[in-house]
């Protein structure tokens, strides 16, 4: 029985690592659930990056459909999507683009757009990184699509692309009450 279980169980241990090797290849590791979705934002008041705007909530935007976008000037993939911000910003204009600087000097974030463009309509400093933990940031960049009643909708990991307006906010917008 021994000399059995020598050929049985590293067999058996293939076949469990092909099986969690096959469902890993399957999954998009950039799809990581998240607790928010379909659950109100959570509130917060920040400073503005702008010194002459007063400190942002998101209970300011009640009553419209927007984006929350976790950026930092230290983060390379948020270069990759800032062309992509920039012209939800231009063919979009109503949409409110909201920047939470994450863990950011403010200083290192104004230079940043001041090099790349700004698509945001407001820019919350996030220094501690408090707020971001509350909204269960694994990291930069991420997007939160936010609807009219407050409720978070879709949460993007990593860098957006082209298809992500259509995809996950014109379908809000052209929703009742939007």
């Known amino acids: 029985m021994p000399s059995q279980l020598r050929v049985i169980l590293p067999l058996v241990a293939l076949v469990v690592l092909a099986v969690v090797f096959v469902f890993g290849l399957q999954t998009d590791p950039r799809k990581l659930p998240s607790v928010f979705i379909d659950k109100p934002a959570p509130a917060f008041e920040l400073p503005a990056l702008a010194q002459d705007q007063p400190p942002f909530a998101p ?7 927007w984006l929350l976008n976790v950026f930092a000037s230290w983060c390379a993939a948020c270069v990759v999507e800032h062309p992509y911000l920039l012209d939800i910003a231009e063919q979009h204009p109503d949409l409110p683009l909201v920047g939470l600087a994450y863990k950011d000097a403010p200083s290192d974030t104004r230079n940043w757009l001041r090099q790349r463009g700004d698509p945001f309509t407001r820019i919350a400093v996030d220094r501690d990184g408090l707020v971001g933990i509350d909204y269960g940031v694994y990291g930069v960049p991420e997007t939160f699509v936010i609807d009219a009643s407050g409720v ?11 298809s992500f307006f259509d995809t996950h906010v014109a379908p809000l917008l052209r929703a009742p009450g939007a």
């Open 59 to 65: 209970g300011q935007l009640r009553g419209q459909v």
């Open 152 to 162: 978070i909708r879709y949460k993007h990991v990593g860098p957006i692309d082209g």
